[in-house]
């Protein structure tokens, strides 16, 4: 089968095919937020029913069967809950049915993981961090247990007397950016917070006039997780400041069909994957041909050519480490741990603080 059998529907001209391609394949890929993947059997299912062989229920139905009659061994394997979520969520995304409240927004989290979570629908009563890689292991100070129901209906209520009128698409891109962040970082639920919120937020734009049947979300779920959590930290210290730009450039791909990279790396707070503009470019280029002589005296051609390759990807006081290092050299975990102690043991490379562990940048005099 096709490895992405739901692009050729989402172009689709037949309305009903067109929708239900772009709620399975929406559906399927915001499993991504939580690590999950889906299984060919879903897959299979999802394609009977946007044919119209079968319907969500009896998609539903086909999954609970096959579960029964195929459980998972392995405690650690989540592919049952990915088939059902999903199934569950492409329903959901197919209703018309909708309403701008706190309770429909529980509500879909009751739908979504009935079965499958003990909590599904209960506001959460303990408090939680998680380890974000976006922000080099730190987390996001999320809602406080003791006032998750009153800052929902603060949320709800604030969004719902604020009027769109007489704005800038700019401006309502901004403002929904910041109400969809707020609302993620409330954390109501356990789990399943962003899968639940994508829902919801997904139906309150149809509600507002646009047009959510492109792939934005089905391919950058993963961003537009990462893009809520920038949107809620800040570490002053260390220059991190919490923005909605990221999470906005999301918003005009999704609804005005713009083509915006939508690049993870670039969402790190080290700033290491950074996109450059083409002046900081072009200032390294002299540098790196200042550079390139001393390095191919003291090197082997091969790391020689690596440090080169290093000192482009990282201009000026750009921060990096070893995770950096691989990515961009396309080396494995203990070559880019030597090739760093090389480089630091020859004064090429600094230790930098402030930034976790093992962080490096080349040395001023040499930037």
Known sequence: MNKDPFKEYIKETE????????AWHTAIGLQAVDGLKTSEYLVHTAVRNIEGEISFEEANALLQTYYEENPTRDASDRTEEADKVSARMAALLSECAFSFTP???ISIHRKLFTGIYSHAGRIRDYNITK?????DGATVLYGSATELRATLDYDFSEEKKFSYKNLTMDEIFHHLAVFVSRLWQTHVFGE?????????????????GFDVTN?????????FRNSLVRANYNDL??????????LELFLRNLLLNENNPLHNRTLHISGTFKETGKPDIDMAKPDIEALKPDIEKSFQPKTASHILKLREAFPGQTVFGRADVM???DIKSSRASDLLKEMAEHRIIESVSGHGKGKYRFHHQES
């Open 215 to 223: 792939d934005t979300f089905a391919e950058n779920a993963w961003y």
């Open 237 to 246: 210290k260390n220059g991190v400041h919490e923005t909605t730009e990221f």
């Open 15 to 22: 309305p009903a095919k067109r929708d239900k391609g772009y």
């Open 327 to 329: 990515k961009v050299i």
């Open 103 to 105: 309770n429909e927004y």
């Open 192 to 208: 399943g917070n962003t899968r639940t919120t994508a829902v919801f937020f997904i139906k309150y734009l149809r509600t507002l």
């Open 131 to 135: 380890k974000e890689w976006v922000l």
